[in-house]
């Protein structure tokens, strides 16, 4: 059974760093065509995609947050982390962690249930 | 990256079948056979419904269907279902290793 699951702070200042963690079973990441991606969702408003990660270590962000992201795998410990600077208050949303499956397709199969950070002073 | 587009609802009738656009440009959603559609009820996280313009995972209803004609890619439901009211949104593969989601759209089961 694949399951992804994140775990982080859920609740950080303006300007300080937000380190996320997605914790997966059921797949490798070492896998060819495997990739872990990090999608957020403000309450009440549409999902955004933030970064990839992929099986070769190549990793591709969003355009317009790209300066502040980084994402990184541990595969001994089947995880991949997210890191996001200058954190500010239009940063609160939920962090989903999900999974694309293999190369020939894009869709994120499987997905986390979601951590809510809130950045609040 | 822009948002592609879609309604914010659509709404329609036990039984009927209703169609939500998703519009974007050449660069992603025309430039690719790669649209995914997900499900979101309130308070979960979303479902994959359909990958790849029209590929319908197992265990998926087969009456989510997807198709795509120029920069405009559809999600039809047909035989439309209480338990189908949810958010809905498309998302493509956007060149470079980048994705891009739509606005959402909220279908109501009148």
């Known amino acids: 059974q694949v399951t992804l699951s994140e775990s982080g702070p859920a609740l950080v200042k303006p300007t300080q760093t937000l380190t996320l963690t997605c914790t997966f079973s059921g797949f490798s990441l070492n896998t060819s065509g495997v990739c872990v991606t990090w999608i957020r969702q403000p309450p009440g408003k549409a999902l955004e995609w933030l970064a990839l990660?992929?099986?070769?270590?190549?990793?591709f962000y969003s355009t317009s947050l790209k300066t502040r992201l980084t994402i990184s795998k541990d595969t001994s410990k089947n995880q991949v982390v997210l890191t996001m600077t200058n954190m500010d208050p239009v940063d609160t949303a939920t962090y989903y962690c999900?999974?694309?499956?293999?190369?020939?397709?894009?869709?994120?199969?499987?997905w986390g249930q979601g951590t809510m950070v809130t950045v609040s002073s | 990256q822009s948002a592609l587009t879609q309604p914010a609802s659509v709404s329609g009738s036990p039984g009927q079948s209703i169609t939500i656009p998703c519009t974007g440009t050449?660069?992603?959603?025309?430039?690719?056979?790669?649209v995914s559609w997900y499900q979101q009820h309130p308070g979960k996280a979303p479902k994959l419904l359909i990958s790849d313009v029209s590929n319908r995972p197992s265990g998926v209803s087969n009456r989510f269907s997807g198709s795509k004609s120029g920069n405009t890619a559809s999600l039809t439901i047909s035989g439309l279902q209480a338990e189908d009211e949810a958010d809905y949104y498309c998302s493509s593969y956007a060149s470079s290793g980048t994705y891009v989601f739509g606005a959402g759209t909220k279908v109501t089961v009148l």
């Open positions: 990660i992929d099986w070769d270590d190549d990793k």
């Open positions: 050449s660069s992603d959603v025309g430039g690719y056979d790669y």
């Open positions: 999900a999974r694309i499956p293999y190369m020939s397709t894009t869709a994120f199969d499987i």
